[in-house]
């Protein structure tokens, strides 16, 4: 009997949990993520069909980018998984509610990272998202705006402090998007 070939859900969301677990007081290189990894199928975290397509050296690179950096120059002032709730007027989210106060959303989330260097905020999302040609930058940046938007709400909410900065980083194509 064969089994199916793991999602790509399923991979994003082991590549988060394995960043979340990942050591930030030293660059993680590709033997530390191995060993994390190895862990983390060992503790029944992430199924062994998962781990084994799960890019390191991708993973990796996220440490040599300028966000990758940053985060790990501040690794005392990063928080990762963190979760939020945050209570919308309708019309704030979806065109066409009207703003009264009887439809509100309560929206729930957790949000994979952000870093606070002299009182200003990075925001970053991790996406494991393959660029195609139907896919390009603008592409995921519109797919993901408004999440990271709801991100920045409730975060800067909940640190009362504005989001200087947001990112979406590419996993796939070791890149960080800026979203305004």
């Given at each position: 009997?064969?089994?199916?070939k793991p999602?790509?859900?399923?991979?994003?969301?082991a590549?988060?949990l394995?960043?979340?677990?990942?050591d930030?007081?030293?660059?993680?290189d590709?033997k530390?993520?191995?060993?994390l990894?190895?862990?983390?199928?060992?503790q029944?975290?992430?199924?062994s069909?998962?781990a084994t397509?799960?890019?390191?050296?991708k993973?990796?690179?996220?440490?040599d980018s300028?966000l990758?950096?940053?985060?790990?120059e501040?690794s005392?002032?990063?928080?990762?998984?963190s979760?939020f709730?945050l209570?919308?007027?309708?019309?704030?989210?979806?065109?066409?509610?009207?703003?009264d106060q009887?439809?509100?959303?309560l929206?729930?989330?957790i949000?994979?990272?952000?870093v606070?260097?002299d009182n200003?905020?990075?925001?970053?999302?991790?996406?494991?998202?393959k660029?195609?040609?139907?896919?390009g930058i603008e592409d995921?940046k519109?797919?993901?705006r408004g999440?990271i938007?709801?991100?920045?709400?409730?975060?800067?909410?909940?640190?009362?402090?504005?989001?200087?900065h947001k990112y979406l980083y590419?996993l796939?194509?070791n890149?960080s998007?800026?979203i305004e």
């Amino acid at each position: 009997m064969s089994e199916d070939k793991p999602a790509p859900t399923d991979v994003g969301t082991a590549t988060h949990l394995l960043l979340q677990q990942v050591d930030l007081n030293v660059r993680p290189d590709e033997k530390m993520l191995a060993n994390l990894l190895s862990q983390l199928v060992a503790q029944g975290a992430i199924d062994s069909n998962v781990a084994t397509l799960i890019d390191l050296n991708k993973v990796t690179q996220f440490f040599d980018s300028d966000l990758g950096k940053l985060v790990l120059e501040n690794s005392d002032t990063v928080k990762r998984e963190s979760p939020f709730s945050l209570l919308v007027k309708a019309g704030d989210v979806f065109p066409g509610f009207e703003n009264d106060q009887q439809q509100r959303l309560l929206i729930h989330g957790i949000i994979d990272g952000y870093v606070v260097v002299d009182n200003e905020v990075y925001l970053f999302d991790y996406k494991t998202d393959k660029l195609t040609p139907k896919t390009g930058i603008e592409d995921i940046k519109n797919r993901y705006r408004g999440q990271i938007n709801l991100y920045a709400l409730a975060l800067s909410e909940i640190i009362h402090l504005p989001i200087a900065h947001k990112y979406l980083y590419l996993l796939e194509s070791n890149q960080s998007v800026v979203i305004e």
